[in-house]
T-cell receptor
């Protein structure tokens, strides 16, 4: 979905390095998400944000941090990368209210390899 | 918490045949069920979704059915084409509050000409 842009698309780095993955969206959505995809495990939620002032941990947040710099931007950081964080990372956005959710729209992902 | 199981993990069909992918969920409060298609090098793309107030939804060659009593839902693709080849994911969530999507583990569909 070109409305959700992730950078970089690919990254190879070494254990212990700090890495930032960036996500920007032009859909005007308030809600943004970071997922991790591993073979055979589907997508698992790392962090989510309902708006600039609201950030929450997902099911696998250990070793990760996020920053919601603006409504349109949501960054994921690995403070000290380790090899088992090698995976595909996806950003997603959605609209919705507390009474009704809307579908999530995904970017094309960042393939991260940690040596 | 919610758990979603998806079967089969791989599915091979001939062009023109039908394909069916099945998912079961554990949380009886789940009431929103999207299906995503993921092509190589791309992110998941929503292809159809269903909410629990209906039992079936169709969009051209794609349909989804929902059995709330048995807590399972299925994706049906008719008249398959080679471009249908991809990985398909089901997901489930509650429709209110935070939409925490729980995904199945994916089905790799291969449509042979």
């Amino acid at each position: 979905d070109a409305d959700v842009t992730q950078t970089p698309r690919n990254r190879i780095t070494k254990t212990g390095k700090r890495i930032m993955l960036e996500c920007s969206q032009t859909k005007g959505h308030d809600r943004m998400y970071w997922y991790r995809q591993d073979p055979g495990l589907g997508l698992r939620l790392i962090y989510y944000s309902f708006d600039v002032k609201d950030i929450n941990k997902g099911e696998i947040s250990d070793g990760y941090s996020v920053s919601r710099q603006a409504q349109a931007k949501f960054s994921l950081s690995l403070e000290s990368a380790i090899p088992n964080q090698t995976a595909l990372y996806f950003c997603a956005t959605s609209g919705g209210t507390t009474h009704s959710n809307q579908p999530q729209h995904f970017g094309d992902g960042t393939r991260l390899s940690i040596l | 918490g919610e758990n979603v199981e998806q079967h089969p993990s791989t599915l091979s069909v001939q062009e023109g045949d039908s394909a069916v992918i099945k998912c079961t969920y554990s949380d009886s409060a789940s009431n929103y069920f999207p299906w995503y298609k993921q092509e190589l090098g791309k992110g998941p793309q929503l292809i159809i979704d269903i909410r629990s107030n209906v039992g079936e939804k169709k969009d051209q060659r794609i349909a989804v059915t929902l059995n709330k009593t048995a807590k399972h839902f299925s994706l049906h693709i008719t008249e398959t084409q080679p471009e249908d080849s991809a990985v398909y994911f089901c997901a489930a969530s509650r429709n209110t509050g935070f939409q925490k999507l729980v995904f199945g583990t994916g089905t790799r569909l291969l449509v042979s000409p």
